[in-house]
């Protein structure tokens, strides 16, 4: 049994599980459990404060964002299961920034020991990635060619590879607590706070920060959100609950769709093999569609927020040109006004 001396508060968690909820499915709960339960067989935690995970790790009523930020900024380990959907999930991306900051503010020694950053391929990944991603390809092959080539959720899958899929975790966990043992990391003070944080994934620009490789027109979609802000739909309608501080915050269908949007668009994407790039409708990105009329774009509109004036303006501008590549999905919400 090893006892942990960790960075964090008594009650950190020792790993927070990063994901995307439509990654979800029999196999990626089989393996997160197997890992939580690996992780409590070997120390002398419990299992309910092994794992964080945004499922099970935030409190009835509990301000989630918050949480997870709290999670972030006191956990052990931080570990992302990489698919084709996290790389362009913003709030995967702005998770890995906090954990990310709080390592760099607190460098380990260099002693050879794993990263606490401990990103699991789960599908195979296709085309350039984004650099803080493609830094933690080389680690790969240490689990072996099966697992380097399709991934943790083939290992699961297929039962001809259970050994495989034993010896990873095992390996995994060793290569956790070796992490953990080298050397403390303290909780951070100041970690800011989920929305305002920058997308590890992304470039200043909004485009997939890939590494010196430029992605070609059909392998890109523009996903661009016509919605206004709460304070602007305060005049136009009553209920402002599924508005936030920008469009990009626009959750239209709310409960049991806890998630923006764009996000939901983003992981349909990502699902197609694609990449994409948040936008909302304003004057700059009308210039770069006016400049490359060969991209391929989606404008997703929010009715109410029609008679806003600059989306009023844009939409007459969109109505006005005649573009091969780009459309207007109109999305309506269920809620009583609307109808």
Request: charge should be negative; proline fraction near 8%; include cysteine.
């Amino acid at each position: 049994m090893i006892t942990l001396l960790g960075g964090g508060s008594s009650m950190a968690p020792f790993f927070f599980f990063s994901y995307v909820h439509d990654d979800n499915d029999e196999f990626l709960e089989k393996f997160f459990n197997d890992l939580r339960d690996e992780v409590a067989a070997v120390t002398t935690l419990d299992k309910a404060d092994v794992a964080f995970r945004d499922l099970s790790g935030i409190g009835l009523m509990q301000p989630w964002r918050q949480e997870i930020v709290n999670a972030l900024s006191t956990c052990e380990c931080f570990v992302p299961l990489l698919t084709p959907r996290l790389i362009v999930h913003p709030y995967c991306g702005q998770e890995w920034e906090i954990f990310r900051r709080r390592l760099q503010v607190n460098p380990l020694p260099a002693s050879g020991a794993p990263s606490r950053l401990m990103p699991i391929l789960w599908r195979p990944l296709r085309g350039p990635l984004p650099p803080v991603i493609s830094d933690h390809q080389r680690t790969h092959g240490t689990f072996g060619r099966p697992y380097a080539e399709d991934g943790l959720f083939m290992l699961l899958k297929q039962k001809e590879y259970d050994s495989e899929y034993a010896r990873f975790l095992k390996r995994f966990v060793e290569m956790m607590i070796e992490a953990v043992q080298a050397a403390p990391l303290p909780a951070s003070a100041s970690p800011g706070d989920l929305e305002s944080m920058p997308n590890a994934f992304q470039s200043a620009n909004g485009r997939p920060a890939a590494a010196a490789q430029e992605t070609s027109a059909a392998d890109h979609v523009w996903l661009i959100i016509a919605a206004g802000a709460e304070t602007e739909l305060r005049g136009f309608r009553k209920d402002v609950a599924a508005y936030g501080t920008t469009g990009k915050q626009w959750r239209p269908f709310q409960r049991p769709c806890l998630e923006p949007a764009l996000v939901a668009a983003q992981s349909v994407v990502a699902g197609e093999g694609l990449l994409s790039s948040p936008r909302l409708f304003d004057d700059e990105i009308i210039r770069q569609l006016t400049d490359s009329r060969d991209e391929i774009f989606v404008i997703m509109l929010d009715p109410w927020s029609v008679d806003l004036p600059p989306y009023r303006k844009a939409l007459e501008w969109f109505d006005r040109q005649r573009f091969a590549g780009g459309s207007l999905l109109m999305i309506w919400a269920a809620d009583v006004e609307t109808r």
